[in-house]
């Protein structure tokens, strides 16, 4: 079965940086796209970033600040956050998907595989 398990969150001020990491296992790595979803109580699922070979995608609240990444030989997603904000705070997500990235990436109901989260929180 596939599984995805994310750590490396935590508590910081805002201005400082974390770096998630999700790790995968249950099937060929590469072939996937991978994303982070973030999500705060009593709102919806928001994409992050989605990477693949085809490249990476970014949502425009975090451009310029996070960076995602991927290393095929350790099965593990990445990502680089940097410049946190108050607005960052969220219960991180990692997902997985066996279509490409750039059709649809940041529906929530195309992502099959799941990691349970991680808490990131930023204060001020």
């Known amino acids: 079965a596939v599984k995805l398990v994310e750590s490396g969150g935590g508590s910081v001020q805002a201005g400082g940086s974390l770096r998630l990491s999700c790790e995968v296992s249950g099937y060929t790595y590469s072939r996937y796209c991978m994303a982070w979803f973030r999500q705060t109580t009593g709102k919806e699922r928001e994409g992050v970033a989605s990477i693949d070979s085809g490249g990476t995608t970014y949502a425009d609240s975090v451009k310029g600040r996070f960076t995602i990444s991927q290393d095929n030989a350790k099965n593990t997603l990445y990502l680089q956050m940097n410049s946190l904000k108050p607005e960052d705070t969220a219960m991180y997500y990692c997902?997985?998907?066996?279509?490409?990235?750039?059709?649809?990436?940041?529906?929530?109901?195309?992502?099959?595989?799941w990691g349970q989260g991680t808490q990131v929180t930023v204060s001020s």
């Open positions: 997902a997985a998907r066996t279509l490409a990235c750039y059709w649809q990436t940041f529906r929530t109901d195309r992502y099959g595989h």
